[in-house]
């Protein structure tokens, strides 16, 4: 068991040392309060991630649609030649006859 570096011994000299300086019957309360306190903090990171998350999709979805929207804009004002192939071809043909 390590948590942030410090091991079961440490723990159990922390916990000696809070247990002459608080005293037996306030030491339960204190903990207690440090875990609700460490969970308020735990689901605020967890609601901050939600919200973090929601604004970085929200700005890929405008990029997307972005950058999809000039392509899809420039392909509805050029004209269909896949469907007749000279047609791009009669053009210059046309020009150059004039």
Not at 9 to 29: C, D, Q, S, T, W
Not at 54 to 67: F, G, H, I, L, R
Not at 74 to 98: K, L, R, V
Request: aromatic share 6%.
């Amino acid at each position: 068991m390590n948590v942030f570096g410090v091991g079961l011994p440490e723990l159990a000299v922390i916990a000696a040392i809070g247990l002459l300086v608080f005293g037996p019957k306030r030491l339960p309360e204190l903990g207690k309060t440090l875990g609700r306190t460490l969970k308020g903090f735990q689901s605020a990171s967890s609601e901050f991630e939600k919200e973090f998350r929601k604004a970085v999709d929200t700005v890929e979805a405008e990029v997307t649609a972005t950058s999809v929207l000039p392509t899809k804009q420039a392909q509805a004002g050029a004209p269909d030649t896949s469907a007749n192939p000279q047609a791009s071809n009669a053009a210059p043909e046309q020009s150059s006859e004039a």
